[in-house]
């Protein structure tokens, strides 16, 4: 049995919110990855399964190795459909906001979903969540946002609208948010909800290959350049650095979540304890940070690029030119090294 985490009053003011409305609007962050997805598709697909009319809202276009994810093609993008996207913030009548814990995280999202009257629901993993919602759910203990949903939606006795294709959703989020199970995987409740949903129907293994098979030819090689030609090592910090500029990209005809996973690779190595990744956007750096154990790439993220995230997985934005991110790169190195 799993145990619940909404308190009595946490399912009633929910329910009331359920029973109230018809229309909703689903929210997730920027970049969307599997637990954005997963955990934001899950829950359109259960509400609608129960009667509601829900969109889902992501700010840019999603990776196309998510777009096999039920419902992922009727996903309305903000970037290309910022009207019509405005028309259904200010009809709904309730919006959920998943896998994000701050407005700035949805980017150009932020402003019509603060405008719209609609309660709003936050349902979320990182830490910190800010005041704006009126019924906060934050729980940072949690391995993913995908499996939050499912949480709710068994406290809330909605158990039976994980059909086949929300299941698939859900098993995407808490697959790809926990490293295929191999961190934040401890808990056994996990093991609890991934045996429910191959009950319900999933195959796990096809949606490892989907979600992991899915290189193309300049995907690989752009990684293996980047493994063999960008790669930095500092022992002394044990920290490894990635960087890949605008033209670098370029020549690999970069695409949308062709660099992934590339910010873990340093971290199979046995002395590296953490590994930050730059890749130069059109207006800033886009900071991506892995570590190991207890040091605090949040931290890191924070202080020096502008971001945050959770302890071993965090990110940010730097202004300014990839010369000068390697630089504080190089300055903040020796000021962690308490924490190793
Ligand atoms: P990724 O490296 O996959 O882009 O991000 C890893 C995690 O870092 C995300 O799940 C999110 O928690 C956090 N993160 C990434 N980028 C940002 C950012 O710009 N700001 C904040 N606050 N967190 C971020
Ligand atoms: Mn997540």
């Given at each position: 049995m799993l145990n619940r985490i909404l308190s009595p009053d946490g399912i009633s003011q929910l329910e009331g919110l359920l029973d109230s409305s018809k229309y909703i609007v689903i929210t997730c962050h920027i970049s969307p990855d599997g637990d954005a997805m997963g955990s934001s598709l899950a829950l359109c697909r259960a509400l609608t399964n129960i009667g509601k009319k829900v969109k889902v809202v992501v700010p840019d276009t999603p990776p196309k190795?998510?777009?096999?994810?039920?419902?992922a093609a009727e996903i309305v993008v903000y970037s290309r459909s910022e009207q019509f996207a405005r028309k259904l913030f200010a009809s709904t009548q309730l919006i959920f906001c998943l896998d994000?814990?701050?407005?700035?995280?949805?980017d150009l999202v932020a402003e019509p979903m603060l405008a719209s009257q609609a309660p709003k629901v936050l349902i979320d993993h990182h830490l910190?969540?800010?005041?704006?919602?009126?019924i906060v759910m934050s729980h940072p203990e949690e391995p993913s946002t995908s499996s939050l949903v499912y949480r709710t939606l068994s406290d809330l006795g909605l158990?039976?609208?994980?059909?086949r294709e929300c299941a698939e959703c859900i098993y995407t989020g808490m697959m790809t948010d926990t490293g295929n199970f191999s961190?934040?995987?401890?808990?056994a409740d996990l093991y609890e909800i991934i045996a429910d949903l191959v009950r319900r129907g999933i195959d796990k293994d096809s949606i490892y290959q989907k979600v992991y098979f899915s290189n193309s030819l300049n995907r690989l090689r752009l990684n293996g350049y980047a493994i063999m030609e960008k790669l930095e090592i500092f022992p002394e910090h044990k920290a490894a650095l990635i960087t890949l500029t605008r033209k670098e990209l370029n020549r690999f005809q970069y695409q949308k979540?062709?660099?992934?996973?590339?910010?873990?690779?340093?971290?199979?190595?046995?002395?590296?304890?953490y590994s930050v990744f730059l890749r130069e956007e059109n207006d800033y750096i886009k900071v991506s940070a892995r570590s190991k154990g207890d040091f605090p790439v949040n931290m890191l993220c924070e202080r020096h690029y502008n971001g945050g995230g959770h302890l071993n997985a965090a990110g940010g934005e730097f202004y300014g030119t990839m010369e000068e991110a390697v630089d504080v790169f190089k300055q903040l190195m020796p000021l962690f090294d308490g924490c190793l």
């Open positions: 190795y998510l777009m096999f994810l039920p419902g994000y814990n701050e407005p700035k995280r949805i910190n969540p800010s005041e704006f919602p009126d158990s039976e609208c994980i059909d961190y934040n995987s401890n808990n979540g062709d660099t992934e996973s590339l910010v873990n690779k340093p971290l199979t190595m046995p002395d590296i304890v």
